[in-house]
């Protein structure tokens, strides 16, 4: 749900500056202060999501939606586009479960706490990626639509790491076996964590839990066709808005994951229950989806808001 309200959000966000920008301003090249507008011949110029300055907590170039894009203008209505996203995210999450060990070997005393323990799921992502394209535009005036395409290419590789708070334990009197509630994870930003399942390890006892786990890395080549309009607060500053839809080619290689469990080996004659860990891969994938290039994602279109600077030249409007 709240999903789905930031995707609608950002969506009736985009149409109103639209429509905003239309009826209230006056398309002109001249501003009050009686400078010219729109971008030159020869020009560099500097984009980022304004929104990301408000609805993030902090920023991050892996993101999309927060890409620095740099435009170089042929002329005053053809631009070469230029996108970057780099970055490395870490995030963590701690979950209070009941410590197994404890709760099984101490005397019941009314109408104590239960004794608890914490478990750990922490993520880190590593991303690059390139975005070129072309970009068109109408003649020069304080209001001009905007017309082009976007390519992009990006690698990405995500790990995980699993810490819980309940260690196992082969004693005979009190035995801590993999828990199916006690050790699952999920949060509702990354959804259920699949930490806990019955694997395909020999001599496992029940089931078994995941201490790494590391993705394939993922090759994404995709792009897009969109149109929009900028808005000249001033020579130097323009606040723009697009629509746009594309199409996405991932590839994600083989990963694997690293299982930690219960059981026994009778190769040497021996029943002797023991803990062990069991590295498995896991598949990869090719898919085809719609593109996720921009601030926010509606069946199949994205759109996006844009905050420009534009630097010194000493060209003029062509």
Do not use: H
């Amino acid at each position: 749900m709240l999903m789905r309200y930031n995707t609608m959000k950002g969506y009736f966000s985009t149409i109103i500056l639209l429509c905003v920008i239309t009826l209230q301003v006056k398309s002109q090249s001249i501003l009050p202060t009686g400078d010219s507008v729109g971008p030159l011949s020869k020009q560099w110029a500097l984009s980022i999501n304004p929104l990301v300055l408000f609805t993030k907590n902090q920023f991050q170039l892996s993101d999309i939606s927060q890409q620095l894009t740099a435009r170089y203008f042929n002329s005053a209505r053809q631009a070469i586009r230029l996108g970057l996203s780099l970055g490395f995210d870490r995030d963590q999450y701690t979950f209070t479960t009941v410590n197994r060990a404890a709760s099984g070997s101490t005397i019941i005393s009314f109408p104590s706490p239960i004794a608890t323990t914490e478990n750990n799921w922490a993520k880190q992502s590593l991303v690059l990626g390139l975005t070129y394209g072309r970009e068109s535009r109408s003649a020069p005036a304080r209001i001009q639509g905007i017309w082009g395409w976007e390519t992009t290419v990006q690698w990405s590789k995500t790990t995980e790491q699993f810490s819980y708070g309940n260690l196992l334990d082969v004693s005979p009197t009190a035995p801590v076996y993999v828990d199916t509630t006690g050790d699952a994870m999920r949060n509702t930003e990354w959804g259920e964590a699949g930490n806990v399942a019955l694997m395909p390890i020999q001599g496992v006892a029940g089931y078994s839990r995941i201490l790494n786990r590391s993705s394939g890395s993922q090759f994404t080549l995709g792009g897009r066709i969109f149109a929009g309009v900028d808005y000249f607060i001033r020579p130097q500053f323009s606040l723009g808005a697009e629509l746009g839809w594309g199409t996405l080619f991932v590839w994600q290689a083989r990963g694997y994951s690293t299982w930690q469990s219960m059981g026994q080996s009778n190769t040497q004659g021996s029943s002797e229950l023991k803990t062990g860990t069991t590295v498995i891969d896991d598949e990869g994938f090719f898919k085809i989806r719609t593109s996720t290039m921009g601030s926010f994602n509606y069946k199949g279109f994205n759109g996006i808001l844009r905050l420009t600077v534009y630097f010194n030249s000493k060209s003029k409007n062509t």
